[in-house]
Nanobody, 124 residues
């Protein structure tokens, strides 16, 4: 059974940084791709970033490219999202997800396990 627990969210001002973490249980973490998604009030959940099983391949939504960095530590079963230069439009609940395969994907259908999410609020 896979469980994902996010942490690190909070209320920050525009321009600040936050680092989100996602602690995973289960023995499949190190062989699975991982992703971050976010959902703002009244909007669909959207893709943010993804990383392959080894961490060697990453993929980002255009809206966060150059500001966010996804990484993972397979020894610690933990996924990270470093968010810099935050903007008010980054305000959302951020959730991590574990993929069915080892390769990166931006599609929700390719992820089988989801965390509950952590709130990120960016004030202007």
């Amino acid at each position: 059974q896979v469980q994902l627990v996010e942490s690190g969210g909070g209320l920050v001002q525009a321009g600040a940084s936050l680092r989100l973490s996602c602690a995973a249980s289960g023995r499949t973490f190190s062989s699975s791709s991982m992703g971050w998604f976010r959902q703002a009030p009244g909007k669909e959940r959207e893709f943010v970033a993804a990383v392959s099983w080894s961490g060697g391949t990453t993929y980002y939504a255009d809206s966060v490219k150059g500001r966010f960095t996804i990484s993972r530590d397979n020894a610690k079963n933990t996924l990270y999202l470093q968010m810099n230069s935050l903007k008010p439009e980054d305000t959302a609940v951020y959730s991590c997800a574990q993929g069915y395969s080892a390769t990166v994907s931006q599609w929700r259908r390719d992820y089988g396990y989801w965390g509950q999410g952590t709130q990120v609020t960016v004030s202007s």
